[in-house]
């Protein structure tokens, strides 16, 4: 698989830990759009290969699907990742890319919703609860089938900072077996 990710890559750090040495599942790739992003100091250190992604390319042009299909990418794991993800690429791997999104979708998802701004929103609104959504990505913004949700509440002490810890311990907890199972399933067709 590949991990495409933005940010500082703790999923994807879990990610790896979760398959190290996995009889028939391999993370083969890190993809980043950030020069210098935490996720690059994570696929150096561990070893993986890193793509980095030009944005007149992705959107514009191939949008990567060949330079995939050479390194023998099967399955692409969005972890943080924060572009939109090309008609191209969606069609070049139809239900095998999913995502996972700090929020119990519909709710709180769209284009500018990532991260601490999911957070805040949420906390704003005076939510009683929390979550994460991991679904299977389509041509719109954090719209695919829902594979996954999982909840937590929220107190009324609770800042965007805690919430954003609680949201990240649900989200490592769960997301590496929920891939395992999408691919086993994959695997099974
Ligand atoms: C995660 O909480 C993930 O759900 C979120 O970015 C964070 C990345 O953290 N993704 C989105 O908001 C996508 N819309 P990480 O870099 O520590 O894995």
Redesign the pocket.
Known sequence: MAIF?S??????QNIIDHFRGHRSIKVGLIVCNKPGA??TGIAEKENIPCLLIEKEVFFKGSAYVEELQKRRIDFIVL????WKIPSALVLAYRGRII????ALLPKYGGKG???MH?HRAVIEAGETESG?SIHYVDELY?HGQTIFQARCPIERTDTPESL?EK??SL?HSNYPTIIEEVIDLQNQR
């Open positions: 990710a940010g500082a890559g703790s999923n994807a935490g996720v972890a943080g990742f924060l995502n996972i999104h700090p919703m990532y991260g999911v994460i954090d954003a949201i990240h989200e």
